[in-house]
């Protein structure tokens, strides 16, 4: 990944801040790329999804080794299986060098990968927002308190299923909020006409994350 100069690196911060996404392009590359898409691939071809996730794409959680050492973190983690590729993801310097430019503190990781795939011509997956805490004082914190760093195996756009967002849609609430199941849980899951349900329905103010 270039370095980022410090105007490049505070106009990202702020895109995350006030948008709730920034993008870095090439941070994963390389050896470790190839390796993730082999991986993917294989899990892929080995794997089934379940039905019951038919909204949400594969859904396959992966853990670290580092996880997987540690038996009650791994009891209580919702992965199923466990690679030494995912401390390499996690410990990834390039991504490593792209939090600290934009001034992310304390870091945390999960240890955990979420490998998502859907099939060509399958339903959007839902609006939704991943935090679970907004009801807990750091969420009034003007900065972000949870992020996730997602890698594409391959460049993404509107036609193969990129990853859309709605910008500060984090800071603000906005009349889909309280149209939306919650995330995740059953009820999304038993939504039989998806295309009439406004969680998978296009929104005005979505931008594409190409
Ligand atoms: O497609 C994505 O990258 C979003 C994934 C996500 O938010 C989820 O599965 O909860």
Known sequence: MPSLS???????RQQ????????FPGVLQGDLLTRWRAFTDGLFARKAVDPKYRYQGSDFHIGSERLKANSDAWQHSPCTEHSPLV??????PAA???????????????DITIILSKPPHAPPLYWHQDMMNWNH???AS??????????????TTRENGCLRAI???????????D???????????????YANHPAFMNHPDAVDLP
Do not use: N
């Open 142 to 155: 003007p900065w972000p308190t949870r992020i996730f760093l997602s890698y594409y195996m391959t460049d």
């Open 87 to 92: 401390d390499e993801i996690v410990d990834l």
């Open 96 to 110: 490593r060098e792209a939090c600290r430019a934009i001034g992310l503190e304390h870091q945390h990781a999960d």
């Open 16 to 23: 995350l801040v006030e948008l709730g996404f920034c993008v």
């Open 6 to 12: 410090e105007s490049e690196a505070l106009k990202k």
């Open 179 to 193: 149209l939306l199941p919650a995330a995740h849980g059953p009820e999304i899951q038993a939504i039989t006409d």
């Open 137 to 139: 004082p750091e969420s």
């Open 167 to 177: 910008p500060g849609s984090h800071l603000k609430r906005i009349p889909l909020h």
